[in-house]
């Protein structure tokens, strides 16, 4: 395949130069999968408060939008990272999409899933 051949392994996109050639980190992260993006977290939080919030009216969002976007604690986007790390624990041990459902929410420990969570995956259905 032309995706393993060295010159294109060692292509970077025109987007990756242009981000890290100002100073910043560039990761590309899977595309469409929320569990394993915390800013797709971090978007649904925004995306809840604003509903809570709002009366409606175009002027209140144009209040409300930034003001929520900077609402956001610290302490809730580190939860949405270490919960990114415990999906991608669970898919990295072989779990399918139900399996690390149940893993994630039956045990919460730092970036991984526990063995005695992992043996009693077992028991689910695919």
Request: with cysteine.
């Amino acid at each position: 395949m032309l995706s393993h051949q060295q010159d294109f392994k060692d292509e970077r996109p025109l987007i990756q130069t242009i981000i890290e050639g100002a100073g910043h980190r560039c990761w590309f992260l899977p595309k469409f999968h929320c569990k394993l993006n915390p800013i797709e977290m971090y978007w649904e939080w925004v995306k809840a408060c604003f509903c809570t919030a709002t009366d409606g009216t175009f002027q209140t969002a144009r209040h409300l939008v930034p003001e929520i976007l900077d609402a956001c604690p610290i302490k809730t986007i580190c939860a949405f990272f270490r919960k990114s790390w415990r999906y991608m624990d669970a898919y990295r041990k072989g779990l399918n999409a139900h399996q690390a459902e149940y893993a994630i929410k039956k045990y919460k420990s730092h970036h991984r899933c526990s063995p005695a969570v992992m043996m009693s995956v077992g028991v689910l259905l695919n």
